[in-house]
């Protein structure tokens, strides 16, 4: 399988979504790339829900040795403390039960495995860094994939 860095996103996604638990049927909340708002599910005031979205950056993804992508899990809502715990849940989802980094996870979990994530490297966050133009707060996670296609 060639490297395709946005279906790994996917992947992650569906995996963050089950570790998570986080109920979809009312929309989307973890996207790979910009988020579709209109596709957000609503907060008890009517409002944006928290929303993550998954994206490569800083070089994307590295061919030298084996393939690591790099992510930014950005996290945004109008509630702080619901933003921060949607990206620590994050960081630890990406953590085993002894609080290090997983290692040689395959994705999706279940059906037939399409990646294999080496190694999480470089787990950082979660961290605020800003507001964005409607002044929610942002926090992100940044993390390396080693992994290699199946």
Do not use: C
Request: charged share 20%; aromatic share 6%.
């Amino acid at each position: 399988m060639p490297l395709d860095p946005h279906n790994l996103l996917d992947k992650l996604a569906t995996y963050l979504v089950a570790t998570l638990s986080i109920n979809e049927s009312g929309g989307r909340s973890i996207w790979t790339g910009p988020a579709d708002e209109t596709q957000v599910p609503l907060d008890s005031l009517g409002r944006v829900g928290v929303y993550t979205e998954l994206r490569n950056y800083a070089g994307a993804v590295s061919t030298i040795g084996l393939p690591t992508a790099s992510i930014q899990a950005r996290s945004v809502g109008y509630v702080e403390a619901d933003v921060r715990a949607r990206a620590l849940a994050i960081v630890r989802a990406l953590l085993d039960a002894q609080g290090k980094p997983i290692r040689n996870l395959q994705l999706p979990t279940s059906g037939t495995a399409t990646h294999k994530i080496l190694a999480v490297q470089n787990l950082r966050g979660p961290d605020y860094i800003n507001r964005d133009d409607k002044g929610r707060p942002e926090w992100v996670a940044n993390f390396d994939l080693e992994y290699v296609p199946l």
